[in-house]
Nanobody, 121 residues
């Protein structure tokens, strides 16, 4: 069993940056992913990283702006978000699972409660 707790969300002006954190407890050697869900929309994949780090994958809309990373010594995954746009506004969720670089919600077994990111212009 894995428990995930996100933090770091907030209100930021367009062009600004935020860093989200996802603290994991329990068995933590899972592949990690970040998803987001805007009001009235389905939860969408943002980024994923292998359990050992080093290999990552991004949705096209965030490539070059977001960076996913992890520190296994701290049992924490991160999502650094730069050059934020109003369309990045959503609740951001971290997830853990066994599938390598999974991009769908069904492929993840554990979820955090989410953290709100609001980007204003």
């Amino acid at each position: 069993q894995v428990q995930l707790v996100e933090s770091g969300g907030g209100l930021v002006q367009a062009g600004g940056s935020l860093r989200l954190s996802c603290a994991a407890s329990g068995h933590t050697m899972y592949n990690m992913g970040w998803f987001r869900q805007a009001p009235g929309k389905e939860r969408e994949f943002v980024a994923a990283i292998r359990w050992s780090g080093g290999t990552s994958y991004y949705v096209d809309s965030v490539k070059g702006r977001f960076i996913i990373s992890r520190d296994n010594a701290k049992n924490t995954a991160y999502l650094e978000m730069n050059s934020l746009k109003p369309e990045d506004t959503a609740v951001y969720y971290c997830a853990a699972g066994s599938v390598f670089l999974a991009t769908t919600t069904a492929e993840y077994d554990f979820w955090g409660q989410g953290t709100q990111v609001t980007v204003f212009s």
